[in-house]
């Protein structure tokens, strides 16, 4: 049996948050994720060589995913979804923080140029 490889877009920051636990409104979201897996979204997004320092360009187009999956209309409603009583939105992005909706919007901008 092959050791189990860790995922590309596994972030640092949430391993504490999934190991110590977080309970969140948004499970249904976990399902997506096979879905994600089959369509192969990450070597998609490597394909359309989008680079940026920081967060990646994956995380922040799996926000974006996940905004249409939650039918956040607004990327200034992301805001909303950023507590610390509900991490499961920023866990299911690979981030441990919801982006602020300015940095968003100029990575929607600088994509569709």
Known sequence: MEPVKKR????EEIEPILKEGFTTDRAVGFLLIPYLLVFNFHELMKKMGITREGISALNISLELVYMIFFSIARVSHLDAVNNSSDRGFSVLCGISKVTHHTLLLG???SFTR
């Not at 590309?8 to 972030?11: G, H, L, Q, S």
Request: proline share 0%; charged share 30%.
């Open 8 to 11: 590309e877009f596994a972030n």
């Open 107 to 109: 990575f929607i901008k």
